[in-house]
């Protein structure tokens, strides 16, 4: 057993952040070494400016009150705690190249690397999901 996590992040809606970030936290903090590849709209969870501002799903806006009564960190919270624990951040090249984006529209300490990069790290992964 390796004890590694392999997360896609394709989707880049706020449950879609909270699925991703949760996970790898939970992970790292059991002692998993943890990549998450985020690719398409899942850049938007690593993109500075949007990362601030996710939307809900349509009818699904009473989970923002939800969120604040049950104490859930914000979605900046929890990148700073996923960084904190070591958890790797690998933007899409490709897809930065299709949407015309720049590392530097992006939160720091991320790589950027292609599928291949993401495929090293997981393919002896023991946990490998995709959000």
Do not use: W
């Not at 501002?53 to 990148?79: R, T």
């Not at 291949?116 to 959000?131: E, G, Q, Y």
């Amino acid at each position: 057993m390796t004890n590694k996590t392999a997360i896609i992040a394709a989707n880049g809606e706020l449950f879609d952040a909270y699925k991703v970030y949760n996970i790898a936290t939970a992970a790292a903090a059991s002692g998993h070494e943890v990549s998450i590849f985020f690719t398409f709209e899942g850049l938007n969870l690593i993109h500075k400016e949007a990362s601030k501002q996710l939307p809900l799903p349509d009818g699904k806006e009473h989970f923002a009150e939800g969120f604040k009564k049950a104490n859930v960190p914000a979605i900046p919270e929890l990148i700073e705690m996923a960084r904190d624990m070591g958890v790797r951040f690998i933007g899409c090249q490709m897809t930065m190249d299709v949407m015309g984006l720049e590392k530097s529209a992006f939160i720091d300490g991320i790589e950027v690397g292609g599928a291949v990069t993401f495929l090293d790290f997981a393919k002896d992964a023991d946990v490998t999901l995709t959000f």
